[in-house]
């Protein structure tokens, strides 16, 4: 079923004081379409491109290591500033659930690993699949009760990284 409604974009969560906001430039990778707020990854030939949906760290395509800060421009080579997601930085996302449509956040919510999956064109914690790795819920921005409520959460370490098979998680 699809989503009921579209995610927000991802952005890094602010209020913690844990999250340094760290830029870093890179090169777009050809045919790049991503959105605002989309997890990249590089395209294991230096090029920056959004990750693969989901990012669970099941494999060294379901990793990320940075946020986009604008969409992609489509011209290869262009540069792409992106926030550098390390061990402790913070985002904020929308917890739904691909299966229902819609979810309602619950208490039990908090500290739950959910894969971070991509919409139409914005990424989002996904309720519908408990997971191993993927981004883990440390507090709400929104109050319990809301449907399609915004999150705080850490990606886990096996998936946090680059493509290169042989690099480990960041």
Known sequence: MPLTYQPQPLKLGTPFGL???L???GEEAAGSTYYKGALLQDNDAGLITESTS???????ADRAFG??????????SADVAFGYIG????L????????AGTHT???TDKFQT??????????????????????????FKDDVGTVNGRVYFIITAAARGPIHAASGAL
């Open 19 to 21: 999250q340094s906001d």
């Open 114 to 139: 959910y894969p971070i999956t991509k919409a139409t064109h914005n990424w989002y914690l996904d309720a519908a699949a408990v997971s191993a790795d993927g981004g883990i819920i440390i507090a």
């Open 92 to 99: 904020e996302g929308t917890l739904s659930n691909a299966t």
């Open 54 to 60: 989901p990012v669970d760290g099941s494999t060294v």
């Open 87 to 90: 061990q402790y930085t913070v």
């Open 105 to 107: 956040l619950a208490a």
């Open 23 to 25: 830029t870093m430039h």
């Open 67 to 76: 946020i986009a800060y604008a969409a992609a421009t489509g011209t290869t």
